[in-house]
């Protein structure tokens, strides 16, 4: 394919691109396929001689789409949004098209700089204390990772290092795998499943603090745990607080946890990975305070701000800490501008070396949304979320089982485990909308999230009819069995 070519198929791909979103709600949310459906469908191995452009797009219709789950349906409304806007397509072509790789300044310069930048943008539309920016001479930054679990990682193997240098600096008795034994990390037993992951990889004890009756932990759970650690020579040095659960969107105690945190000597992370987009608005910014206190502080553009994945902020409050644990110079890596003070080399604040050019889309949606257009979606998928609460509070039927703060509404039918499960099965067999479950203590609840770019108070209307007309069905089956057994 030639340029010329090229500058005819990308067209044509922009255009199958904008229709396919334009229309997209025309398609089932969910796909009628069963595993392996693909591998028939394909040739058994890639082709010797090359194949046309016309033959590779005809097939995107008859091979992949009848497999995908449109994420992107107003009648999606399972796990957290998955964020998807114009500008940050166009973006993402111009970030291939450059095709840079940028480990390091001298890979790219505009790379890196625009990257620093855009986190000071962003940190500044949440209102981030001082500290957290680079500015021009701060100790602190953003980073770009790929998704909040690699942040959560990063910010758990710092706090890792920090501790065990301090530990050996005042009984260098200890061997370092001495001390790693004794290391804990702490998080909610609502935390997600990557913060677990994290102290796996990181070859750390974990444990979970217990949530109080909002689903949040609070200072005195915390205190608690960390008492009898201490008392047993255990070595507390990470908590992971979380903003905006993914059970049930609840939120940690900040205020009560970080002066703990700060007392004790413990790294404190917070992962808002979802409910951090909601920041930028005045009136959700509260729920950040206490981020303060904290160490890293992370949340996902890539979920709620029109970014498209994958683009997860990080912050940090001494970007020494992770330059420090992370820091290789193999002389193929080095460049003669590194030591200027002026200059920072992201392959040390992540896992992988190499990095795409990731800010050029934060960079395309904060210009071309503005932080106005960015509080509007927002809001209104708050406005929704609570117009879906109210329909199902109409219901005596069904209860809400969580505070609704931001998008997600946690409900289910008043009644057993196995009830909800058969209802939930329902919704997903008949493929109109698409929800996903979460357990909140021992009761099997449904989740609905408001996803979507494009939903409207339509699809909200239908969404609820549909669900409530299932569960009428339900009920009367139900009760039948249950009379003839």
């Known amino acids: 394919m030639d340029a ?3 500058r005819r198929r990308g067209k044509e791909m922009v255009d199958y691109v904008a229709d396919y979103l334009e229309k997209i709600e025309k398609r089932q949310v969910f796909p009628d396929v069963e595993p392996g459906y693909l591998r028939p469908l394909i040739a058994d191995c890639a082709p010797q001689d090359p194949e046309s452009f016309e033959d590779v797009f005809k097939d995107i219709e008859k091979i992949i789409m009848p497999g995908v789950t ?5 009648y999606f409304f399972a796990y957290f949004p998955a964020a998807s806007s114009f500008p940050a397509l166009l973006a993402d072509m111009l970030c291939g098209g450059i095709g840079c790789v940028g480990f390091s300044w001298a890979a790219s310069p505009a790379c890196t700089e625009l990257e620093t930048v855009m986190l000071d943008w962003l940190g500044k539309m949440v209102n981030l204390p001082e500290e957290f ?9 953003g980073v770009i990772q790929g998704s909040a679990s690699e942040a959560t990682l990063i910010a758990l193997l710092a706090a890792r290092t920090k501790i065990i240098r301090q530990v050996q600096s005042e009984k260098p008795e200890l061997t370092e795998t001495e001390i790693m034994g004794r290391l804990v990390a702490y998080a909610s037993d609502l935390a997600h499943s990557s ?3 994290a102290a796996l990889i990181g070859a750390v004890k974990i444990k979970n603090v217990p949530s109080d009756d909002t689903f949040s932990v609070c200072g005195s759970a915390l205190k608690k745990i960390l008492d009898e650690d201490k008392a047993a020579g255990l070595i507390p040095f990470f908590f992971c607080a979380t903003l905006g659960t993914t059970p049930c969107c609840s939120f940690d105690k900040l205020l009560e946890l970080g002066p703990i945190c700060n007392k004790e000597n413990i790294w404190m992370h917070i992962d808002a990975a979802y409910a951090g987009s909601a920041f930028i608005c005045p009136e959700f910014r509260h729920l950040l ?3 303060e206190f904290a160490d ?3 949340f996902n553009p890539h979920k709620w701000l029109l970014v498209n994945f994958d683009c997860s902020a990080m912050w940090v409050k001494k970007r020494s800490d992770l330059i420090g644990a992370f820091k290789l110079e193999p002389l193929y890596l080095q460049h003669h501008h590194q030591e200027s003070g002026l200059v920072t080399d992201y392959r040390h604040w992540q896992i992988p070396l190499g990095r795409r050019f990731r800010s050029l889309k934060l960079w395309f949606v904060l210009r071309m949304y503005g932080v106005k257009g960015l509080q509007e979606h927002i809001r209104k998928h708050i ?3 609570h117009q879906f609460e109210h329909l199902v509070l109409q219901d005596e039927r069904f209860e809400i089982c969580a505070e609704v703060v931001l998008g997600l509404v946690c409900f289910r039918l008043k009644g057993s485990n196995e009830l909800n499960e058969a209802l939930l099965k329902s919704i997903n067999d008949a493929k109109k909308i698409h929800l996903v479950p979460c357990h909140l203590r021992e009761k099997f609840v449904l989740r609905f999230a408001i996803c ?14 549909h669900i409530s007309q299932l569960a009428t069905d339900l009920l009367k089956t139900w009760e039948q069995n249950h009379h003839q057994q």
């Open 195 to 197: 913060v677990e992951r």
């Open 296 to 298: 890293s502080f992370n």
């Open 452 to 465: 979507s770019r494009t939903v409207e108070s339509t699809h909200i209307k239908f969404a609820w009819q």
């Open 289 to 291: 305070n206490g981020v």
């Open 4 to 6: 010329a070519e090229f």
């Open 133 to 141: 920016l680079a500015g021009k001479d701060g100790q602190g930054g």
């Open 70 to 74: 449109h994420w992107h349906s107003p």
């Open 383 to 385: 406005r929704l979320s």
